[in-house]
C-alpha cells in the first residue's frame, strides 16, 4: 500500500468523523419540572431590593390563588360564574378521559419564535429534531389536519361559545421558557396537555409599571417590552408594589385555565345572553376541534380565514365578533384584520384603508357603529367579501 494511499484513506476516515461529531454539538435542556412556584426568595441582602435581577415574581408574594374547579363545567354554569364576571379560574381534569392519538403527519406550516422573539418558519419534523437542543418554541394556529385528534372542552361547547371561538392556538417548547408579559383581546383557554405552565396574572389597570404596549391601536392586546427573566428592581421598583395572582398550584397535565385578568379583556357575549337551551343532553356529544367554525385556520402555509367563500351575511357577522364588546368597529381594527388576512402581504390595492371606506358613510370615518355595521347594504359588503375571498395565501415549496 503507497503512502498516498494511506494519507487519502486517513483523509476519507478523519472526514467521517467530523461529519458524525458536528452532527449535535449541543446538550438536551433541562427538562425538570419541579420548579417552585410561586418562587420563594429565601436570600435577601441588605441594601438590595427583594428579586432584584430575578424573573418577574421574585419581588413580592402573589396575592392571593386563583380560583379552581376540579370537576368539569356546563357552559352555562361556565359563563355565569367566570366570562360574564371576567374571573381567572383553573380547571382541573376538563379533558382527562379524552384520548389523543396525533397520527397525522404535518409536512410544514410551522411557526416558532427565537429569544429575540424573532419569527421563523420550518418544517415540523425538523422543530421536533431540534427544539430539545435549541431555545426555540412554536406558537402557531392549529394545522387543520390536527384539529379533528384534538378535544374542545365541554366547557365552550354550547352554541353561543362555539359559533364565537377564534382561533386554536398549538404551543410547544422545551425546558423552562417564558413569555413577555402580556394581554390578549379575547379570552383565553389554555389546556395544557402535558408538562406544566406557570402563570402570572396581572390587573390591566397596572399597565403602566410595565411600560405596556399595545399591539395597535385599540387593538385590546399588547406587552410589555421589559426582560421579565431580570427585573431591574432599581429602575422599576413600581413592581414591587404591584399585586399579582398565581393558580393554586403550576398547571400539569390536562389542566385548562380560563385567563381574564392581564390586559384589557373583552367579554364577546356582552347584550347576548348564553343560550342555555342549546346547552342540553344534546350537546354531551363529544367534540374535537374539527367540529367547530374558528375564524382562523392554518393550512397551505399560511394562517388565513376559515370561510373562504364570504357573503354579505357572514362577513357582517365576522365584522360584529370582531367588535368583541366594543360599540365601535375601529378602521385600525379593521386594518389588521384586513392585512392578517391577506398574510401581511406589502402594497395591497385597495388599501385596507380604502377597503374599510367602502363600508363607512365617507372617508373621514374613522369608525362603524354597531347599529351601522348591523345596517350595512348587501351591496357594500359584497365588494369587500370580493376583496377577501381575493386573498391567496403565500404557498411555499416544502424545502
Not at 37 to 61: A, C, D, M, S, Y
Not at 125 to 136: A, G, H, I, Q, S
Not at 285 to 298: C, E, G, N
Not at 325 to 346: I, M, W
Request: glycine fraction near 4%.
Amino acid at each position: 500500500m503507497d503512502v498516498s494511499y494511506i494519507v487519502t484513506l486517513y483523509a476519507v476516515i478523519a472526514a467521517v468523523l467530523l461529519t458524525v461529531v458536528s452532527a449535535k454539538t449541543s446538550f438536551v435542556k433541562d427538562l425538570k419540572t419541579d420548579v417552585v412556584f410561586p418562587p420563594v426568595n429565601i436570600q435577601t441582602i441588605t441594601g438590595i431590593p427583594e428579586g432584584h435581577l430575578r424573573p418577574l415574581g421574585w419581588q413580592r408574594k402573589p396575592e392571593g390563588k386563583v380560583r379552581e374547579e376540579k370537576e368539569p363545567l356546563t357552559a352555562p354554569t361556565f359563563y355565569m360564574r367566570y366570562v360574564k364576571n371576567v374571573r381567572p379560574v383553573v380547571l382541573r381534569s376538563v379533558l382527562k378521559h379524552e384520548p389523543l392519538n396525533m397520527t397525522i403527519t404535518v409536512k410544514k406550516e410551522v411557526m416558532n419564535r427565537a429569544p429575540h422573539r424573532t419569527r421563523r418558519r420550518m418544517l415540523l419534523r425538523k422543530f421536533l429534531l431540534d427544539y430539545m437542543y435549541e431555545n426555540w418554541y412554536l406558537a402557531s394556529t392549529v394545522h387543520e389536519d390536527m384539529r379533528a385528534e384534538l378535544p374542545l372542552p365541554e366547557a365552550v361547547s354550547c352554541g353561543t361559545f362555539k359559533e364565537r371561538l377564534t382561533e386554536a392556538e398549538l404551543w410547544m417548547s422545551s425546558g423552562g421558557t417564558a413569555s413577555l408579559l402580556h394581554s390578549h383581546g379575547d379570552h383565553n383557554i389554555h389546556c395544557v396537555l402535558d408538562g406544566r405552565k406557570d402563570f402570572i396574572l396581572i390587573d390591566s389597570k397596572h399597565q403602566s409599571v410595565f411600560n405596556f404596549e399595545p399591539t395597535y391601536p385599540n387593538s385590546g392586546s399588547g406587552h410589555s417590552p421589559m426582560d421579565m427573566d431580570m427585573i431591574n428592581a432599581y429602575k422599576h421598583s413600581q413592581i414591587a408594589k404591584t399585586p399579582w395572582f398565581a393558580p393554586s398550584q403550576a398547571f400539569e397535565s390536562l389542566d385548562c385555565e380560563e385567563e381574564a385578568t392581564k390586559g384589557k379583556r373583552r367579554k364577546k357575549e356582552r347584550k347576548e345572553k348564553t343560550d342555555q337551551s342549546e346547552a342540553t343532553e344534546g350537546e354531551k356529544k363529544k367534540l374535537s376541534l374539527a367540529d367547530v367554525p374558528f375564524i382562523w385556520t392554518y393550512s397551505e402555509g399560511e394562517r388565513h380565514l376559515s370561510d373562504r367563500a364570504l357573503v354579505p351575511s357572514t362577513l357582517r357577522r365576522l365584522l360584529l365578533l370582531l367588535m368583541r364588546d366594543a360599540d365601535q368597529l375601529h378602521q385600525d381594527l379593521f386594518r389588521h384584520f384586513y392585512e392578517d388576512a391577506h398574510g401581511h402581504k406589502t402594497d395591497l390595492k385597495p388599501t385596507p384603508d380604502e377597503v374599510f371606506h367602502l363600508m363607512t358613510p365617507n372617508d373621514s370615518r374613522t369608525y362603524l357603529s354597531r347599529d351601522e355595521v348591523k345596517a350595512l347594504a348587501n351591496s357594500r359588503l359584497q365588494s369587500v367579501c370580493d376583496l377577501l375571498n381575493g386573498a391567496k395565501s403565500r404557498i411555499r415549496d416544502e424545502l
